[in-house]
């Protein structure tokens, strides 16, 4: 009896760690949308791929969108019909995630998830780490630990990665990935790959310049994502914020949910309670970076009360009108 349990435990763990696992020798990566059955209840399989002569799911969890890695001996499939995995979703935080973002589609920028959660004290913190040769601005993490010493067990936060700054910046990526045992939990956002930029209007800029992959732009850096470890969260975050009906489609088709901002601090724009707050980490935005610091210094007295924090992306979705 003992034996079972071990070996039970043993599975269960695996389920839920192999994740954190880089994947050297990932292979046949690619898109599914297959209802799936795992230990905890329903999922989602949004990619599939091979590792070491077995397969494995990218899985979602519909009700709080929690992405993970499965091995696929661990799940049962239940149908691979796209319209029966939709009709399996009637009623979930996912479902009403798809119909949010089609409200924005025709956006040229901001589609997706890209105002304030209502009755919110606090922000939904996305960091953006664009191509840069500069290294990580380390103050934005350090401050936010200073900042909530001692009165939070976690801080959640999200932090899109495209494929060129992982390639360039290991140790920065390392030292993030440290955080997690100082009680940081990232939402690893896909962020593309080439993160493509032209100075030509946005109509043709980012992800509508003339000749952009967004398969490989998406698959690319997912791949590129698992080989160091991270695990590709449901949300993804088009540059510069820039897309058209065509793009939200093929990210929705993905099973993959834009997030905007109304709060690029940046350019000027208000922080209130419950914003997605855009700044960017990867050297270029000093100024950003400063105003979020501000942010932090002016809201320390409510910070010290538990009157203001940050929440995940994935919080208060139940509130989104749709």
């Known amino acids: 009896m003992k034996q079972l349990v071990f070996a039970i435990v043993l599975l269960f763990f695996h389920s839920f760690t192999f994740a954190q696992v880089p994947y050297g020798d990932l ?48 799940l049962k499939v239940h149908s691979k019909d796209s319209i029966q995995v939709n009709k399996s979703l009637n009623g979930t935080v996912y479902a009403s995630c798809f119909s949010i973002v089609r409200k924005t589609e025709n956006n040229l920028q901001d589609a997706g998830l890209n105002f304030r959660l209502p009755k919110e004290s606090g922000i939904n913190l ?69 993160h493509v930029f032209n100075k030509k209007p946005l109509v043709s800029n980012f992800l509508l310049s003339p000749g952009t992959d967004l398969n490989y732009e998406i698959l690319a850096n997912e791949k590129l994502m698992l080989r160091n470890g991270l695990v590709p969260s449901v949300f993804f975050r088009c540059p510069g914020l820039v897309s058209d009906r065509a793009v939200i489609e093929k990210l929705l088709s993905y099973g993959l949910i834009a997030v905007g901002s109304d709060a690029w601090l940046a350019k000027g724009q208000q922080a209130h309670n419950g914003s997605i707050v855009l700044i960017h980490g990867n050297g270029n935005e000093e ?36």
């Open 126 to 194: 996305t960091i953006d780490l664009c191509p840069s040769h500069k290294p990580l601005d380390k103050d934005i993490f350090e401050d936010l630990l200073s900042a909530f010493k001692g009165l939070d067990s976690t801080l959640p936060l999200a932090v899109s990665v495209s494929g060129k700054w992982l390639l360039n910046h290991p140790d920065d990526l390392a030292w993030l990935k440290s955080l997690d045992r100082k009680g940081v939990k990232i939402t690893w956002i896909n962020h593309t790959y080439d």
């Open 287 to 322: 100024l950003g970076v400063r105003d979020f610091i501000r942010l932090l210094q002016t809201e320390s007295g409510a910070i010290k009360r538990k009157h203001w924090t940050l929440y995940s992306l994935s919080e208060g979705l139940e509130h989104y009108p749709n």
């Open 27 to 74: 292979e046949n990566y690619k898109r599914e949308w297959v209802a799936l059955q795992g230990n905890a209840g329903p999922l989602v399989g949004i990619r599939s791929f091979t590792a070491k002569g077995s397969k494995y799911y990218l899985t979602v969890d519909p009700l709080t969108l929690e992405t993970r890695i499965v091995d696929s001996k661990l």
